[in-house]
């Protein structure tokens, strides 16, 4: 008898369905997978062979043929261990098969017949919805994730003994719903850390708030202890608000990387992410053997905080010249290719020398010929691609002692909310959402200078040696300066308080 089930295999960020037949005849005895399944599918016959014995069911003497279609493309993961067990019970006559075509069965099989979260479960979901399927059958942990489809029926099992008597006692399971949208308003405004707490550092608040308005890169320079981490730690609050398609697209990924909780469902606040120096390019920005998304894909929609830049290692730090600029990463293989986005504002630290300190400090006991060699580790292209380059100067005592509270995160966050608003409004015909994504086209249509202007800007780029990609650079951040005061034209002003943000151009580092 041959019965087909349905599951689902993920490439990139998407979900692809993949067909299950499984064929039984007296004309042998085996176990025969094809459709280039893995290792992991390979040993699933094991897992179900102990799972059905432990719920008492068992696998047919008979000869077995298991075809995962499309057979071209390659199939990886134990995801598949449900859909391949309830497929043999259907096709022995141990469970019915009427009702199996109309879901996407999904789970890792335990030797006990229990189930195992999977992943990638959103985008699976999603395309269960798509494709008209009536439901989706999956294990407990992962339902909430799959709960944020609408119009699918979501159902969430712990043993395989409750999935068969579904099909073949007609024993009802628990559906699983959720108000997404409640579910998304209740939780978007919480933030762990506030910029009340930041005591000093008014110029390097100054940039986070031009940075986060407008979308800009940003480097942070200055000793140990100044703040810069807490500066970083503290930019998500300021930011604007995810929307529900951004929440979407950002739970997905995470989803497709394993990282979303048991008990979470849809990300609600902008992710932020710091991997550790040690990192490799390719978990940075994704691909392996079997492609995932690296941590510039993790940080979409978000944040991607490096500290201590120089420490990364130099290839690591280059393979992140394209995606700051196309703001997605394509992974090629032989015989497929995958995108996953990667639309991320980037906020770096470092210290000014090897020593910690800046040069004109006591502490500092660093050569000016150490100081060029630590700041060679971050090349002139890649610095090109930062927007904003800022000192932090040490807190000093009186500072550290003061007790009033500084300016809170949201009143920030509301001015930058303006700036983006306007932003909106500006580029509503256009693919792009803020200053930071600006082309030359825009450039040219929305950074018009006056006369003053231009001799502030060319007297900079004389003297600092500016390339043309940083000149774009500070006619973006200008524009941005110009949107938090709510000015349409740009003046002289702006563009001074622009160039201030280019520190690493200075000759002071190019010793």
Not at 218 to 231: A, V
Not at 483 to 497: F, K, R, Y
Request: a negative charge; glycine letters at 6%; aromatic letters at 6%.
């Amino acid at each position: 008898m041959l019965v087909k089930v349905y599951g689902s295999a993920i490439y990139g960020v998407s979900a692809q369905t993949i067909t299950i037949e499984v064929n039984i005849d007296t004309s042998g005895v085996g176990y025969h997978l094809v459709g280039l399944p893995d290792n992991a599918i390979k040993e699933s016959s094991y897992r179900i062979s102990a799972a059905l014995k432990n719920v008492g069911f068992k696998i047919p003497g008979k000869k077995i043929t298991i075809n995962m279609a499309p057979a071209d493309l390659r199939k990886e993961g134990s995801a598949y261990d449900l859909s391949i067990a309830l497929g043999i019970l259907a096709a022995s006559d141990q469970i019915k098969a009427e009702h199996l075509a109309e879901y996407i069965i999904m789970g890792e099989l335990s030797l006990d017949g229990g189930l195992l979260p999977i992943k990638g479960v959103l985008p699976i979901a999603i395309k269960a919805r798509e494709e008209g399927f009536k439901g989706i059958i999956l294990p407990k942990q992962n339902i909430r994730e799959a709960a944020i489809v609408d119009q699918l029926e979501v159902y969430g099992i712990e043993n395989i003994k409750e999935v068969i008597d579904f099909f073949n006692s007609d024993i009802p399971l628990e559906r699983t719903m959720l108000d997404t949208r409640k579910e998304f308003q209740d939780k978007i405004n919480f933030f762990p850390f506030d910029f009340s707490e930041v005591k000093g550092q008014e110029t390097a608040k100054r940039a986070m708030e031009v940075a986060a308005a407008g979308g800009h890169n940003i480097i942070l320079i200055g000793p140990p202890g100044s703040g810069k981490t807490m500066l970083a730690k503290r930019v998500p609050s300021i930011l604007p608000p995810l929307t529900l398609k951004e929440a979407l697209e950002t739970t997905k990924i995470h989803s497709v990387a394993g990282k979303i909780g048991t008990e979470s469902s849809l990300m609600t606040v902008r992710p932020f992410r710091s991997p550790h120096h040690t990192i490799s390019d390719v978990a940075l920005v994704g691909g392996g053997s079997y492609p995932q998304p690296g941590e510039i894909s993790l940080a979409h929609n978000g944040v991607l905080f490096l500290d201590e830049m120089p420490e990364f290692k130099r290839t690591v730090l280059e393979v992140m010249r394209q995606p700051l600029e196309d703001r997605e990463v394509t992974i090629s293989r032989a015989k497929f290719t995958v995108n996953y986005p990667a639309s991320f504002m980037l906020v770096a630290s470092m210290n000014p020398s090897p020593s910690g300190y800046f040069p004109d400090d006591p502490n500092n006991t660093s050569s000016q010929f150490e100081m060029q060699r630590y700041m060679n580790k971050l090349s002139g292209p890649l610095l090109d691609r930062i927007d904003i380059h800022i000192e932090v100067q040490k807190v000093e005592f009186d500072q550290l002692s003061d007790k009033r509270k500084g300016e809170q995160s949201d009143e920030i966050r509301n001015r930058v909310l303006k700036a983006r608003e306007i932003q909106t409004e500006r580029y509503r015909e256009s693919d792009i959402h803020y200053n930071a994504q600006m082309g030359p086209k825009e450039i040219e249509k929305f950074c018009d200078l006056d006369e003053a202007s231009k001799n502030l800007i060319k007297v900079a780029m004389e003297k600092l040696n500016l390339s043309a990609r940083a000149y774009d650079r500070i006619l973006k951040v200008a524009r941005t300066i110009a949107d938090l005061e709510l000015t349409e034209n740009l003046n002289s002003g702006h563009i001074a308080e622009a160039i201030q943000y280019r520190s690493l151009d200075r000759e002071f580092w190019n010793v």
